[in-house]
T-cell receptor, first 114, second 112 residues
Framework: NAGVTQTPKFRVLKTGQSMTLLCAQDMNHEYMYWYRQDPGMGLRLIHYSVGEGTTAKGEVPDGYNVSRLKKQNFLLGLESAAPSQTSVYFC?????????????FGPGTRLTVT | RKEVEQDPGPFNVPEGATVAFNCTYSNSASQSFFWYRQDCRKEPKLLMSVYSSGNEDGRFTAQLNRASQYISLLIRDSKLSDSATYLCVVNVYGGSQGNLIFGKGTKLSVKP
């Protein structure tokens, strides 16, 4: 049982390049999330999904797209990277939105855009 | 007013000290509450849930005051290994997202 895994762990992009971050969970969770974390800003929700085939915008969705074609995977895409997207990206999953449902995080992806 | 507010710290305390963190939330519809811990350059992990009656887990005690919309975390007999950032988290049940709302965290540094 690996929990939540993220690929890659580190990446350096040049402005304008594109990339996809992969999140996978093996806990059969319905809800999945993508956050970014910047110094002094805390965790900010980019996009989330409440089930396979569904996605929705979070607090800071601009410049990102997501897809949830399979229940266990949640992909985050950057079509044209910008230096402002330099950040640590965390994926997370929860069984549902119940009061006691713990949210599990992946180890993070450190992205630098030059 | 931010949805979940915390004192960012840092709190610098000696080993063995007792330290308390406070958190306020703005949405009175909030239904469940948690404290998460985040070590440097690591992902957040659940430390404990916060129940209405208050709850204790070893050296850690969490309290909830719904009337004041206030949550606290007390750490007794601090250890070096307690050094981390502590995130206050609120679940606004029934909201459009059913998502957890995270505070920005309070940094704790326990010194020898």
């Amino acid at each position: 049982n690996a929990g939540v895994t993220q690929t890659p762990k580190f990446r350096v992009l040049k402005t304008g390049q594109s990339m996809t971050l992969l999140c996978a969970q093996d806990m059969n969770h319905e809800y999945m999330y993508w956050y970014r974390q910047d110094p002094g800003m805390g965790l900010r929700l980019i996009h989330y999904s409440v089930g396979e085939g569904t996605t929705a915008k979070g607090e800071v969705p601009d410049g990102y797209n997501v897809s949830r074609l399979k229940k266990q995977n949640f992909l985050l895409g950057l079509e044209s990277a910008a230096p402002s997207q330099t950040s640590v990206y965390f994926c997370a999953s929860r069984p549902g939105a119940g009061a006691v449902d713990e949210q599990y995080f992946g180890p993070g992806t450190r992205l630098t855009v030059t | 007013r931010k949805e979940v507010e915390q004192d960012p710290g840092p709190f610098n305390v000696p080993e063995g000290a007792t330290v308390a963190f406070n958190c306020t939330y703005s949405n009175s519809a909030s239904q469940s509450f948690f404290w998460y811990r985040q070590d440097c350059r690591k992902e957040p992990k659940l430390l404990m849930s916060v129940y209405s009656s208050g709850n204790e887990d070893g050296r850690f005690t969490a309290q909830l005051n719904r009337a004041s919309q206030y949550i606290s975390l007390l750490i007794r007999d601090s250890k070096l290994s307690d050094s981390a950032t502590y995130l206050c988290v609120v679940n606004v049940y029934g909201g459009s997202q059913g998502n957890l709302i995270f505070g920005k965290g309070t940094k704790l540094s326990v010194k020898p």
